[in-house]
């Protein structure tokens, strides 16, 4: 009964919410992150906003807008090491993430008690979501699900054949920056109220889950919104029902999602493998084995 | 700036000590991370351990055997979830990362004291590290140095040719679970001591500007364990002059990656007249 009368609260419902939009809209997201294997660069943006939020926080800005100014910078730094033949992606990457994060930590500890802002930020708070961090997480998931909508063939041609696009006649380029600074949006968006390690998770995992389950990629959209709504509010719950930290239980629900996913999915799950190895006729033993 | 006056107090000493290893170290092995596009695996690596790091201590254990358990742990599951082609191996990682480092956020919630253990998990705590912590750390340097020089070979081999290693009668997985191990290695040598941003910083920033700077493997690897230990060095030296003779409190571990990330720069800013000599044909 504690249970419901907690929901009842208003602290909780704003979480619940919260939970329920940011699970959807980075659901939908990841799909497009996983197709084009972006998710050490979601990692990286995560961290590399940090700085950002350091210094609008002391400069007296918005944390939000210092966070998309240097999501925005990180996305071009990105981009133009990598376009470098010596230096590959993967290492544009690693380098942007660790510097920027560093220059965050150096700005920070330059101030006094600097520790307990860092894990709001790492974690997020989203027990403390307020009603206008509710607004801007809807504004902008509007946009951004707008956006995906509007772009939804271009993109995903640009996913499978980047090549034909071009040739089609498409302004590549310009499409992979809309999609990065999609990215960027709700990575940004999200960190505020669930922390950036919460972010990465709640795109990758719910997306990486339904890719086993269908090849159909607007029911893959569709089916990773759905899992994504649900780790926010079932881990919430538990966090709720056990004092946890409530971020890191969303994630925890996400990963036992997909680790379950991974054994028992039909076609591309490890039981269903096991069995297609071995036969339809010797099935049955070997699903007790 | 003094580059040797502040490690005349014996902290100060400890900490170059760690410094030098660990760069030295993470850079070798960051040459094969840079190579083989590992990038990510370094970073989930420094991620999983934390788990390790907060059971072993809530349990009253060596933080370091914590830490090297979810190391291996996480190893063996990065090599065996990657190969499965519908995930694919940076969302495993991703996963693999998120859902480790949330566990290692669950349980410390637990406890008192959350915030300030989360803070030096990331950034370490390298100006207070003391005797025992120096003998762990190099113990775990040796093991990786001594696995890395008898491996050497066979990893870069696997790095440019894997069909070639397989095609020899090597097993590229167990190649691959090696290098893994290997990362992991470095990772928990150094955690506990300089923190996992750090560490990070410490394997891909010196590897990927010997890269832009050398050809040779050896080369390679000789030049990114040099610059590992002098940003090190410089970084140490840096942070101690700007908190003590200018009152500016620069946090030492995240000194030292902005040094690195400046030599990478540096190297980046240098690359480009290098290669323009060796394409004017060799001449001295």
């Known amino acids: ?289 | 700036m003094n580059l040797f006056e502040p490690f005349t107090i014996p902290y100060m000493q400890r900490a170059l000590v760690e410094v030098l290893v660990l760069g030295a170290l993470a850079g070798a092995v960051g040459v094969l991370v840079v190579l083989r596009r590992l990038a990510f695996v370094g970073d989930a690596l420094t991620h999983t351990v934390f788990p390790g790091v907060v059971m072993a201590h809530l349990l009253g254990r060596s933080l370091l055997l914590g830490a090297l358990a979810f190391g291996v742990l996480t190893a063996v599951l990065l090599t065996a979830v990657g190969r499965h082609r519908r995930v694919g191996d940076d969302a495993a990682l991703a996963i693999l990362l998120t859902s480790f480092f949330s566990l290692g956020v669950v349980l410390i919630s637990r406890t008192r004291g959350f915030t300030a253990d989360l803070t030096v998990f990331l950034f370490g705590r390298v100006l207070a590290v003391d005797r025992t912590d120096l003998v762990q750390t190099l113990t775990v340097a040796a093991v990786a140095a001594i696995v890395l020089a008898a491996l050497h070979k066979e990893l870069v081999l696997r790095a440019f040719d894997p069909e070639a290693t397989a095609a020899m009668g090597y097993r590229t997985g167990t190649l691959d679970l090696a290098l893994n191990l290997l990362i992991a290695l470095v990772v928990v040598a150094a955690v506990e001591a300089v923190g996992t941003v750090l560490v990070i910083a410490l394997i891909v920033v010196p590897a990927a500007a010997a890269r832009l700077l050398a050809d040779r493997v050896g080369a390679m690897t000789a030049l990114a364990c040099l610059l590992g230990a002098a940003g090190g060095w410089l970084g140490l030296a840096v942070s101690y002059e700007a908190s003590v003779d200018h009152g500016v409190r620069l946090a030492a571990g995240a000194t030292i990656v902005v040094v690195l990330v400046g030599l990478f720069l540096l190297a980046a800013a240098v690359a480009p007249l290098r290669r323009r000599r060796a394409a004017a044909g060799g001449h001295p």
Not at chain 1, 242 to 268: E, K
């Open chain 1, 1 to 289: 009964m504690s249970l419901l009368e907690a929901f009842g609260e208003g602290f909780t419902r704003r979480a619940l919410l919260e939970a329920v939009m940011v699970g959807g809209l980075c659901g939908v997201v990841g799909v497009h992150v996983l197709l084009r294997r972006l998710p050490f660069f979601t990692m990286a943006l995560g961290h590399a906003t940090f700085p950002g939020v350091v210094l609008a926080g002391l400069l007296g800005m918005s944390l939000f807008a210092g966070a998309a100014v240097f999501g925005a910078v990180v996305v071009l730094v990105v981009a133009l090491l990598g376009a470098r033949d010596r230096v590959d992606d993967t290492s544009a990457v690693g380098v942007t993430l660790s510097g920027a994060f560093a220059l965050g930590v150096l700005l920070l500890s330059a101030q006094a008690g600097f520790s307990r802002d860092l894990t709001a930020y790492l974690v997020g708070s989203i027990v403390t979501v307020q009603p206008g961090d509710l607004v801007t997480t809807a504004v902008v998931g509007l946009a951004v699900l707008a956006t995906l909508a509007a772009l939804h063939k271009e993109l995903v041609l640009g996913a499978f054949d980047r090549g034909g696009l071009a040739a089609l006649g498409y302004p590549v380029l310009v499409l992979d920056v809309v999609l990065l600074l999609v990215i960027e949006a709700t990575v940004v968006t999200s960190i505020p109220a669930v922390g950036t390690i919460l972010a990465v998770a709640l795109i990758v995992a719910p997306a990486a889950t339904a890719r086993l389950w269908t090849e159909r990629l607007r029911a893959t959209m569709a089916l990773a919104a759905a899992l994504g709504a649900t780790s926010g509010v079932v881990g919430l719950t538990i966090s709720f029902q056990w004092r946890l930290a409530a971020g890191a239980t969303i994630v925890l629900v996400a990963a036992v999602l997909f680790a379950v996913s991974l054994v028992v999915a039909p076609r591309h799950g490890l039981l269903a493998r096991r069995l297609a190895h071995v036969g339809p006729g010797s099935a049955p033993t070997s699903s007790r084995a």
